[in-house]
């Protein structure tokens, strides 16, 4: 009777532990299924930012997620099949998690002005690229279109003069060496992708719509001709530098709730998988067989501790 007391006392344990390692098992599927989708749907940026900055982060971050679902399901494993070697084997994952995971988040909220710097000294030299380099052409039109921003910086227009794309489309046919006049209606300022698109009321997601192209890239009395002048409603004025910055700002403090919740759980499963092994180190009931011979003469299943 004594025994079963002790072994009913591991219970709530097991359950609590076993909810938390479902729990971070499921963020760590969460986190490892959003970075594949960046991974694969966002691979142009790496032309942008370099691949060096981006796929590191990246990788460093879907290794984590691996490695969380991994330690999830050993962590559910221990609680629910008590052993000495997945019990270690927990805690030391568990552990290099915590650090890496601690690391990783203080590491982007302390540091986002080292990074966009890096962002900026990449986009400074992949930029005058635009038009010959396909891929880095790609990658800037779809950025532009989805920040909805133009060039680096704000009101940033006249960074497309240092561009291949400026001296390919506003070149003279017969004089190579120079650009067709600024007042021509082929003399285009920017690209399409810089042209606002209009929303649609009902989803709130951009259209493949423009309000106006022809005055988005080419208008005489203000941007993007001339830098100050009437509004162009048709143009945008935002730099991509300036809006990445922005976001990277806006959301480090977001990364870093994120980051601390998951210390948090992956400390309580470390707190609860020790209680569990200390539970069991006093209650050896792992080390209990069953004798047959006792069935035989009471109706009652008994057990015998084998010390």
């Not at 039109?141 to 227009?157: E, F, K, P, T, V």
């Not at 003399?187 to 989803?203: A, E, N, Q, R």
Request: aromatic share 14%; with cysteine; charged share 15%.
């Amino acid at each position: 009777m004594h025994t079963n007391k002790k072994t009913n006392a591991n219970i709530p344990s097991r359950i609590i532990g076993s909810l938390l390692c479902l729990l971070i098992t499921l963020f760590g599927a969460a986190l490892t299924g959003f970075i594949g989708h960046i991974l694969i749907a966002f691979e142009y940026i790496s032309e942008i930012f370099g691949r060096y900055i981006l796929f590191g982060g990246i990788y460093v971050i879907l290794t984590c997620g691996v490695f969380t679902v991994l330690i999830g399901l050993l962590g559910f494993f221990s609680f629910i099949h008590p052993n000495r070697c997945t019990s270690i084997t927990t805690c030391v994952g568990l552990v290099i998690l915590i650090i890496t995971t601690t690391c990783t988040s203080v590491i982007v909220y302390m540091y986002p002005k080292t990074m966009t710097n890096l962002i900026y000294y990449r986009m400074i030299k992949t930029f005058p690229n635009y038009g010959q380099n396909m891929q880095i052409t790609n990658a800037w039109d779809i950025m532009q279109s989805n920040l909805r921003c133009c060039a680096i910086h704000n009101r940033g227009w006249s960074d497309y003069n240092q561009t291949v794309w400026y001296k390919l489309t506003n070149a003279d046919i017969h004089l190579h060496e120079e650009f067709i006049p600024r007042t021509n209606l082929y003399y285009h300022f920017v690209p399409v992708s810089c042209c606002l698109t209009k929303i649609d009321g009902l989803t709130g997601f951009p259209l493949q719509i423009y309000r106006n192209k022809k005055r988005c890239q080419n208008w005489q009395y203000g941007p993007p001709t001339l830098q100050d002048g009437p509004h162009n409603d048709a143009l945008y004025y935002r730099g991509c530098y300036n809006l990445l910055v922005d976001y990277i700002n806006a959301y480090a403090e977001y990364m870093l709730g994120m980051g601390l919740t998951a210390v948090i759980l992956l400390v309580s499963i470390t707190v609860f998988l020790l209680l569990l092994r200390a539970e069991l180190r006093n209650n050896p009931t792992d080390l209990r067989i069953y004798d047959t011979n006792l069935l035989k003469n009471n109706q009652n299943n008994y057990y015998v501790d084998n010390k």
